[in-house]
């Protein structure tokens, strides 16, 4: 068992954050690619107000918590459902009202996510999943031809599909006080693997990983994140003062496995509407959902993981 304090976290993420600041200095100084570092510059700058706004509340604890799980909540539940609903062709007139439901569907399945036991909450996933697939074998079976009331349900269920289950199960795992540290060491992975993986695919980046899905992953930045990770495993086995190695590497692979597939899950929402991002709240970031994606995805993942190899209480 290894136990890692949430302030040790913080601490390690903003040493992290000012040492990737000198890595821009220094390939500003170098002139490389200069209009690419330029908009590097840019996203580092947003990106220490999320490091701000992601750990305090795990610093603080208490009711700081649950309300930013239900801001969190609500604005993704209104940016899924702006690309869902037009991906289900909902008509113009409909789509701020199920904006509005698509708000107060994603904070009642955090709330689920909350108060009920794990079991409860998998069965609502299994549930959930299983009947926004069956909405896409209809919709496929009539053509695309479903009323208004079918297609904001789609919409609905989409948006449950992703973001809406790992966040409940984010959310139950948001309510043990005791995993307040995994949580913002999925945030410190996510943060870590995507921002070296935009670093790299700006700078060497040539081959296209996911071709139109996410047309700005490439392979080149994806293993420049994976390196990233694998050395920041060092600064973790360090200030835990060591550790297993397997159980750390688990985490790192968990951490760019949900990155990953975050990102994509997001993306596909967006391709499916012919959205570049979803409606923006922060600066160069876009959308909230854009910003969180990842990290909704990885601690469910980074804690499944935790829990199997024993590196945190269960």
Same mark, same amino acid.
């Given at each position: 068992?290894?136990?890692? @304090?949430?302030?040790?976290?913080?601490?390690? /993420?903003?040493?992290?954050?000012?040492?990737?600041?000198?890595?821009?200095?220094?390939? !500003?100084?170098?002139? #490389? =690619?200069?209009? +690419?570092?330029?908009?590097?510059?840019?996203?580092?700058?947003?990106?220490?107000?999320?490091?701000?706004?992601?750990?305090?509340?795990?610093?603080?604890?208490?009711?700081? #918590?649950?309300?930013?799980?239900?801001?969190? +909540?609500?604005?993704?539940?209104?940016?899924?459902?702006?690309?869902?609903?037009?991906?289900?062709?909902?008509? $113009?007139?409909?789509?701020?009202?199920?904006?509005?439901?698509?708000?107060?569907?994603?904070?009642?399945?955090?709330?689920?996510?909350?108060?009920?036991?794990?079991?409860?909450?998998?069965?609502? +996933?299994?549930?959930?999943?299983?009947?926004?697939?069956? =909405?896409?074998?209809?919709?496929?079976?009539?053509?695309?031809?479903?009323?208004?009331?079918?297609? @904001?349900? %789609?919409?609905?269920?989409?948006?449950?599909?992703?973001?809406?289950? $790992?966040?409940?199960? &984010?959310?139950?795992?948001?309510?043990?006080?005791?995993?307040?540290?995994?949580?913002?060491?999925?945030?410190?992975?996510?943060?870590?693997?995507? @921002?070296?993986?935009?670093?790299?695919?700006?700078?060497?980046?040539? !081959?296209?990983?996911?071709?139109?899905? @996410? $047309?700005?992953?490439?392979?080149? %930045?994806?293993?420049?994140?994976?390196?990233?990770?694998?050395?920041?495993?060092?600064?973790?086995?360090?200030?835990?003062?060591?550790?297993?190695?397997? /159980?750390?590497?688990?985490?790192?692979?968990?951490?760019?496995?949900?990155?990953?597939?975050?990102?994509?899950?997001?993306?596909?929402?967006?391709?499916?509407?012919?959205?570049?991002?979803?409606?923006?709240?922060?600066?160069?970031?876009? %959308?909230?959902?854009?910003?969180?994606?990842?990290?909704?995805?990885?601690?469910?993942? !980074?804690? /499944?993981? /935790?829990?199997?190899?024993? #590196? &945190? $209480?269960?």
């Amino acid at each position: 068992m290894i136990s890692v @304090s949430v302030l040790d976290l913080t601490t390690l /993420a903003w040493a992290i954050w000012a040492a990737g600041g000198l890595l821009l200095v220094a390939l !500003t100084l170098a002139k #490389v =690619a200069p209009r +690419s570092i330029a908009q590097m510059w840019k996203l580092f700058a947003s990106e220490g107000v999320f490091i701000a706004v992601a750990t305090l509340p795990f610093l603080i604890g208490g009711i700081a #918590v649950p309300l930013v799980l239900a801001a969190i +909540s609500l604005r993704s539940g209104w940016e899924c459902v702006y690309a869902t609903s037009r991906a289900w062709k909902l008509p $113009p007139a409909a789509r701020r009202g199920s904006q509005i439901f698509g708000a107060g569907f994603m904070a009642a399945l955090a709330a689920a996510g909350w108060f009920f036991s794990v079991q409860e909450v998998l069965l609502l +996933s299994a549930i959930l999943l299983a009947t926004c697939l069956a =909405a896409h074998l209809v919709r496929a079976r009539s053509n695309g031809n479903v009323g208004a009331a079918f297609a @904001s349900g %789609g919409a609905l269920l989409d948006a449950g599909a992703f973001p809406g289950i $790992p966040l409940a199960l &984010f959310a139950h795992i948001a309510h043990q006080p005791e995993a307040y540290p995994l949580i913002v060491l999925a945030f410190i992975h996510v943060e870590i693997f995507d @921002s070296l993986a935009v670093l790299g695919g700006k700078l060497v980046g040539k !081959t296209p990983l996911f071709g139109a899905l @996410s $047309p700005n992953k490439t392979v080149e %930045g994806f293993v420049t994140g994976l390196c990233a990770l694998g050395v920041l495993s060092i600064g973790y086995i360090l200030i835990a003062g060591g550790g297993p190695v397997l /159980a750390w590497t688990a985490l790192i692979v968990a951490g760019a496995i949900a990155a990953v597939a975050g990102d994509l899950s997001a993306s596909f929402h967006k391709r499916a509407a012919g959205l570049k991002d979803y409606p923006a709240i922060y600066g160069p970031q876009g %959308g909230l959902l854009d910003m969180t994606d990842a990290w909704i995805a990885a601690v469910p993942l !980074t804690a /499944a993981a /935790a829990w199997l190899l024993g #590196v &945190f $209480p269960a």
